[in-house]
């Protein structure tokens, strides 16, 4: 398994690994329209446009190996002002296809975000996760630290969604690494 940058023709994969992700793990707390909805047509588009017009602000990793690619991660500058913001960077999205959870890519996939992100001179990153995502556990095991939590709304259903973070990401990754 390695990691490489998203290139524009990866975008129907990572459609189907966004589409896929979100079915199985917001099922039961995002509404069913919503997910039933959602389109890996549509969400290629997005992914073309997104990895086309690069602003060099962000970057979007994949994970793959010999059967092809298998997670992704999305991450730039911190978007958000809450009382749990952290200086630094922000994962946006960190997606592994349901079928291949488990065997690693999920944590290739954020070590190599930290990697760039200190490569950027940043060193603490933050991400928000839905509270009532089971996969939530993972940035735990990781090694976050639960910063905060506030409420959201998203496809019209009123969410809980918990601040994680690292706040010195080359001690984090070292102790990722040591695993």
Known sequence: MRVRPARPDDAAILARIYVAAWRDAYAGILPDALLVGM??????AAWQHELSARD???????AEDEDGVLGLVTIGPARRVSRAQLEGGEIYRLYVAPERQGEGAGKMLLMASFDWLISREVDAVI???LAENPSRFFYEAMGGTRLGEKSDHVGGAKVREIAYGWTDLV?????LAAR
């Open 39 to 44: 389109s890996d047509v549509r969400h290629a």
């Open 56 to 62: 060099h602000q962000s970057e979007t990793l994949v």
């Open 127 to 129: 991400v928000w996760v």
């Open 171 to 175: 001690a984090a990754l070292d102790k």
